[in-house]
């Protein structure tokens, strides 16, 4: 047990689970483990680890799907004290190499996907662990001893690089018990949509590269939930393990809600709930959603500060994020004033488990982090049932003629079309107005020119009705092949603007 003061430490969750839930547990492709063999599990594996020479502090990555050995990991960090590092396995491999490097991370542990990433990290080979499922880490049956305190750090997470290299934030034991249990209570204690209880069965679509899958192994060992791991996503494999495991509860971005509502299986999710986020919600995916019966709820958050707002409940204000306890928000106009509810602005967040600033980099660290606050870089306001709706990233907001046009609500409009898979709108460079805006769009089937005219009628009676103002109609529309990602499944504006700039 724990020796130490502070005893919020995250090996406490699976602890809790071994002596309350003991027969509950997850689930991964055919095996199956209770949380108290699980709890044994990693006490052996940390036992195993410590004798490879892991030591307290080491940064030690892992490259992997959503599986059980990574579960395992996950918690024997908090047992031993090793800083674990969630490898991003969607950044490119110049990004993911500076980030290893970067870290200083001395041991890497990586499926078999990996192993090539692996043997060229520059970590030493005898350092490199290539892991399989069946795989003993621990070699016999020695358990070590949780020795962790909850202010000693946890792990390190990078942001995606989207403008420039990736950023390093570290968190401790305790800042991400926190943010964690600041999720279960906002859906548990509330009439949220997604709400969230012992008795769902929890699938997380989100990789655990990503915030460790929103904290969802955490949530589920707290609540004592049934908890199902994946791997790696694909549509089939999710409905399969949906409907074989009993999920109801699952997480994921908009681009993997889209495809999984537009499979042929779609009407096997009837009824599943949904915490959804990473970007607008379009409201023709809302739409979607509402039809096959998916009730869903919307969070806001990101790597550098965690969960910071999840939708309690249906107002009239339909893209409204609530913060979650203890969390605080602010909109900061161009000009620097505070802006009143309804003025846009750059959002600003204050947490109790936001990082002290950027890993080693103290110049990007001074840019973003000042006085207790986190600068989002996201364009918001706050509406008048004390949510903030996210309109756009600060640097995707088209500055047209002086004025805001925030790419997202011309998005969520176009997306109601019939016929559209996805949609970006980028602003473009134009000597008269600074930029205009411009939609890039992917069909779901044939290409269809006369689409176009019915984006065009879509908008024009938006703006009739006051949704949006006719000077916000893009001047051009192209119809394309493909619409490039981001490695966190956002639609990468930076390539399209480097694409279209001369369009």
């Not at 107002?315 to 106009?333: G, L, N, Q, Y």
Request: glycine share 10%.
């Amino acid at each position: 047990m724990n020796r130490h003061g502070n005893n919020m430490n995250v090996i406490s969750f699976l602890r809790r689970a071994s002596q309350l839930f003991p027969e509950q547990g997850v689930a991964y492709g055919n095996k199956q483990e209770n949380y108290e063999e699980i709890y044994h599990k990693v006490r052996k594996i940390s036992a195993g680890m410590k004798r490879m020479g892991v030591r307290k502090g080491d940064i030690v990555g892992v490259a992997d799907w959503n599986t059980l050995r990574f579960f395992e990991l996950l918690y024997a960090a908090a047992s031993i004290g090793f800083i674990i590092y969630p490898v991003n396995i969607r950044l490119p491999a110049e990004h993911i190499l500076y980030t290893l490097r970067q870290s200083g991370c001395s041991w890497l542990f990586a499926s078999d996907d990996f192993a090539p990433l692996a043997m060229k990290s520059g970590i030493p080979s005898e350092r490199v662990i290539i892991l399989n499922q069946d795989d003993n880490l621990f070699f016999n049956n020695e358990e070590a001893e949780d020795e962790v305190s909850g202010d000693e750090p946890y792990s390190i997470l990078y942001t995606s690089g989207t403008t420039g290299m990736p950023k390093g934030v570290l968190y401790t034991n305790e800042k991400v018990v926190l943010g964690a249990m600041s999720i279960v209570y906002q859906l548990g204690l509330f009439n949220a949509s997604a709400k969230l209880a012992s008795e769902d069965v929890i699938m997380p679509l989100i990789p655990f590269f990503h915030l460790w899958g929103w904290g969802s192994p955490f949530h589920a060992a707290y609540l004592g939930a049934k908890y199902v791991l994946g791997g790696r996503f694909s549509v089939e494999s999710t409905i399969d393990s949906i409907v074989r495991e009993g999920v109801t509860w699952i997480n994921a971005i908009p681009t993997m809600m889209y495809q999984l509502t537009d499979s042929s299986r779609a009407e096997e999710l009837k009824g599943i709930k949904v915490l959804i986020g990473g970007s607008p919600i379009p409201k023709g995916l809302a739409d979607r959603m509402e039809r096959l019966g998916i009730k869903y709820s919307t969070i806001y958050g990101g790597t550098d500060m965690l969960a910071t707002a999840i939708q309690l409940r249906k107002t009239e204000h339909a893209d409204s994020i609530h913060p979650v306890p203890f969390v605080e928000f602010k909109v900061v106009t161009a000009e620097g004033k505070a802006a009143g509810k309804g003025e846009n602005g750059e959002l600003y967040v204050k947490a109790p488990w936001l990082p002290d600033g950027y890993y080693k980099d103290e110049e990007r660290s001074k840019a973003s982090f000042s006085e207790g606050w986190f600068r989002t870089g996201d364009f918001a306001r706050i509406n008048e049932d004390g949510g903030i709706q996210v309109l756009d990233r600060v640097k995707d907001v088209i500055k047209s003629g002086g004025e805001w046009i925030p790419s997202s609500v011309l998005e969520s409009l176009i997306s109601e079309v019939e016929g559209i898979a996805s949609v970006a709108v980028i602003g473009r460079e134009d000597q008269k107005w600074g930029e205009r805006p411009l939609a890039i769009i992917k069909l779901k089937g044939e290409r269809s020119d006369a689409i176009i005219d019915e984006i065009k009628a879509r908008l024009q009676d938006a703006a009739s009705k006051g949704k949006i103002l006719q000077w916000w109609i893009p001047d051009k529309f192209i119809i394309a092949n493909d619409i490039p990602l981001t490695s966190v499944g956002k639609i990468d504006k930076k390539v399209l603007k480097e694409r279209y700039k001369q369009i």
